[in-house]
């Protein structure tokens, strides 16, 4: 038996694996939102208000989250951020963890994933320790 997906208070998330991403298309920097429109690390601080503005490009968050206190691990849980340190192209990815069913299946919500520019759930269900993000490496950042 496996447990119960974990799912995020905001955004809804959705526990079956046909279902249609969702997105949200803002397109200009709103008060409290300092990073570049269209980033991941706009995207998450857009979902996540807890997350620091001047935390730098995705790679430095893990620092920077440490350094204002918040907790860090491997363990993925709804609500947390995702830090892929060396995936975008040397920049890294964050993304806003909304469904955690175990360690190798997570849901995200994300901006400039595959060209996206908006916030939407690209992928549905994925494994985030996959080869492709960044040799394996994924860290959670808590609020």
Not at 25 to 49: E, F
Not at 59 to 64: E, V
Not at 85 to 101: F, I, N
């Amino acid at each position: 038996q496996s447990a119960p997906a974990q799912t995020a208070s905001k955004p809804a998330a959705s526990t079956s694996s046909s279902a249609k991403p969702s997105s949200v298309t803002p397109t200009t920097n709103t008060a409290g939102n300092t990073y570049p429109v269209g980033q991941c690390t706009w995207g998450v601080k857009s979902l996540a208000s807890w997350v620091g503005n001047y935390w730098g490009n995705a790679n430095q968050w893990i620092a920077s989250a440490q350094a204002a206190g918040h907790s860090v691990g491997t363990t993925p849980q709804a609500g947390a951020v995702a830090v892929w340190p060396y995936d975008g192209g040397g920049y890294g990815h964050v993304a806003y963890v909304t469904a955690v069913q175990s360690s190798t299946n997570i849901q995200v919500m994300e901006a400039n994933y595959a060209g996206n520019s908006s916030i939407g759930n690209y992928r549905g269900w994925f494994n985030p320790t996959s080869s492709t993000w960044g040799g394996g490496t994924v860290y959670y950042i808590y609020q």
